[in-house]
């Protein structure tokens, strides 16, 4: 039982974490516990059905289909917290400035919210088709306490989950957006690494490089705190060159996204309100 | 970026024939590898088949290497690996970790 709550505690922690990001960055969007929700559902649907044809896709495109689902999966991911935090960049301090003058939730980025329902649908699905292969591994060998070890796995991972969530909304709101986006550039710059390192594994990119530095001895990518920054900032202990040029290409095109997005607005809003200064300042290029 | 990806995606399968690299088989059976210890040459990019002769799926994975990949029950699976420095590097079968272990051997 031990053994298959720690299995299901580990991936479910994966997507938690991505999840927690998430749910964060969403903060005061009304219907968004609808989109996190729906997410999650159809994450796990989806998780089901790669499972199921999870013989196929291994054996797709001369053997590398895990691969490339994998690599396409994560590009995806990529692009959609991309978009978003470009989005946010814009509209972060309407955001921030509706919270504090209504409190209540905005009425706003629907089209982001549902790139942000794929995101979260996505990570559940590429963990949660390992956990179903996993169980089913365990049903034909018929392993005990099935259910419970279930069960504990993930009250284990989305407790974590939970408290990273609560931990984040102690920011205070004047730097929530800002600290939120920065959050989602770096998942979304380790999951671009993630798809890299799938890619040099099926040999379809050179690694240019193995083991850019070994930081091992200090962190290792076992360890829990490792693999929890591995998904949260994309750590690696030993990282290859092709890994660090992609996450260094997302960081960077997500910067200057940003900043140009943020320039943008503010010129727009300033010539719309004169010279009002606005009460608070959410800067997601801060 | 996008582009780059789709030239990469066109390239793939020579990319997979090219390739005239040491090869390494490792066989999964009742949830363990044979051999548990595999000796390859380091600074080398070699190329490893996983052979899972359980009736049961495993996860060929290790997080010293950095690899990872389902193998179906009967099925097999080829990873590249490396070129590595010389040392020892883990590997594990992630949903049998009990028995599942291994080492990998650079010299």
Redesign the interface.
């Known amino acids: 039982m031990w053994g298959i709550a720690l299995l299901v505690f580990r991936e479910v922690l994966e997507a938690a974490l991505i999840v927690t990001v998430v749910a964060a960055a969403t903060r005061g969007v009304a219907r968004r516990g609808w989109f996190i929700g729906g997410g999650i559902g159809l994450g796990v649907l989806g998780a089901v059905l790669v499972a199921m044809f999870a013989g196929a896709i291994s054996s797709a495109a001369s053997g590398v289909g895990q691969e490339l689902f994998n690599a396409c999966v994560l590009f995806a991911a990529v692009l959609m917290i991309g978009w978003h935090v470009i989005w946010m960049s814009s509209h972060g301090r309407e955001l921030a400035q509706h919270m504090k003058a209504v409190g209540g939730a905005v009425q706003t980025g629907a089209s982001s919210l549902t790139l942000l329902l794929a995101v979260v649908a996505l990570a559940v699905l590429r963990e949660g088709s390992e956990i179903v292969l996993f169980l089913y591994g365990m049903v034909a060998g018929g392993a005990d306490g099935l259910v419970r070890g279930l069960a504990i796995g993930i009250a284990g991972g989305s407790t974590v989950g939970f408290l990273l969530y609560f931990g984040l909304l102690r920011i205070p709101l004047r730097y929530f957006f800002t600290a939120t986006n920065w959050m989602l550039v770096l998942l979304a710059a380790g999951l671009a690494s993630s798809a890299a390192r799938y890619l040099v594994q099926a040999n379809l990119l050179p690694e240019l490089g193995n083991q850019i530095w070994d930081s091992s001895w200090l962190l290792s990518n076992g360890s829990v705190l490792g693999k929890m920054l591995h998904i949260l900032i994309g750590y690696d202990a030993e990282p290859s060159g092709i890994q660090l040029i992609f996450y260094a290409v997302v960081v960077i095109a997500l910067m200057l996204g940003m900043r140009l997005m943020g320039r943008a607005t503010r010129r727009a809003s300033a010539r719309r309100a004169g010279e009002a200064a606005s009460p608070i300042e959410i800067d997601a290029t801060a | ?1 996008k582009r780059f ?1 789709l030239a ?2 066109f ?3 020579t ?2 024939l090219a ?1 005239d690299v040491p090869m390494y088989t490792l066989t999964i059976k009742n949830h363990r590898y044979e051999p548990t210890t595999l000796k390859v040459p380091a600074d080398t990019q070699i ?1 490893i088949t996983v052979v899972n002769k359980d ?5 060929f994975e290790s ?5 990872e ?2 193998v ?2 009967n ?1 097999s ?4 690996v ?4 010389a040392g020892q590097y883990k590997f594990f079968g ?2 049998h ?2 028995t599942a272990q291994g080492v990998l051997i650079a010299e």
């Open positions: 970026m990806f990469v995606l390239a793939l399968p990319a997979v390739t190329k009736s049961t799926p495993e996860e997080t010293d290497f950095r690899r990949k389902i179906m029950p099925g699976i080829t990873v590249f490396g070129p590595l420095k992630d949903f970790q009990d």
